[in-house]
């Protein structure tokens, strides 16, 4: 059994690094997959790009260049797309590792036969804009499972989700900017428990930056992050934990723009040899 694996890509105006996103879809060892890009009406080179490599994938590329509502209305459209039987989710300034679908691939045939919706999460390799490795976040079900009513983790990056979920599930609710995501796991994982099957590699290498280096963003992301898990527990509880989770994010913002990468990647890499107090406060 070789099951379709969809991959989509959601970009607008990404011609600085959307060549290499492209590029490690057409050097993955596995090939029964589809390539989904959803372009917002990119005004760069981004559809040349798209175009240029249209011819390579044999036809396992499709793409659509139409206006969106934002990124996770984009990634919808991707979805109801999408044919595969596992589908993932690769941003336009990232990229897979050479294995990454293959590795995705034998985990679900390894768990299919047991009829339960889960979800495929893999390692997560930071990287700078020059692609240097900073640090790696592991996937680990037990403290996912820890911290799904206390933080807002992102893993959608690293994570491949069967159609069935998304049927069981739903789509990402589009009236989250920010936060859309982690309700998507939030509903899986607390609302229908949807099991987790980890998968001990590095499957996508993601550039530092993002909403989270603006206070901003910031400041929504917590906002929405309560409004996530509101009437889903208790409303001090719920307070409580994204304040905590903004201050947190606030803190690694002012490390990132003080200090650079070098004292985030020390944490990361020694993380697992920190006091339990230090880890628990900082809950990242």
Wanted: with cysteine; aromatic share 14%.
């Amino acid at each position: 059994m070789n099951p379709l694996i969809s991959v989509i890509t959601v970009c607008s105006n990404s011609e600085r690094y959307i060549e290499e996103t492209i590029l490690s879809m057409l050097e993955q060892t596995y090939h029964n997959f589809e390539y989904i890009i959803i372009d917002n009406v990119s005004k760069d080179k981004t559809l040349d790009i798209i175009k240029g490599y249209e011819r390579c994938f044999d036809g396992r590329l499709k793409w659509i260049s139409e206006p969106d509502k934002g990124i996770f209305d984009a990634m919808n459209k991707g979805i109801d797309l999408a044919s595969g039987s596992l589908i993932g989710i690769l941003n336009s300034d990232d990229y897979y590792s050479p294995k990454t679908l293959e590795l995705a691939v034998e985990a679900f045939k390894n768990n299919i036969n047991g009829n339960k919706l889960f979800v495929i999460l893999g390692n997560l390799c930071k990287v700078d804009i020059n692609r240097t490795p900073l640090y790696i976040l592991k996937a680990n079900k037990l403290e996912i499972e820890e911290r799904i009513d206390t933080s807002a983790f992102i893993i959608q990056p690293v994570s491949f989700v069967t159609r069935d979920v998304y049927k069981k599930v739903g789509n990402f609710n589009k009236s989250f900017k920010y936060a859309a995501d982690y309700d998507f796991f939030y509903r899986a994982f607390k609302l229908h428990k949807v099991d987790i099957i980890e998968i001990d590699a590095v499957l996508t290498y993601m550039r530092s930056g993002g909403a989270t280096d603006n206070l901003k963003n910031i400041l929504f992301l917590a906002a929405e992050v309560f409004f996530v898990r509101k009437n889903k527990q208790p409303l001090i509880k719920n307070f409580l934990s994204s304040s905590h989770y903004f201050i947190v994010i606030f803190i690694k913002m002012l490390f990132k723009k003080l200090f650079g990468y070098r004292l985030l990647t020390n944490y990361y890499r020694k993380k697992d040899y920190l006091p339990s107090i230090v880890k628990k406060i900082a809950k990242i």
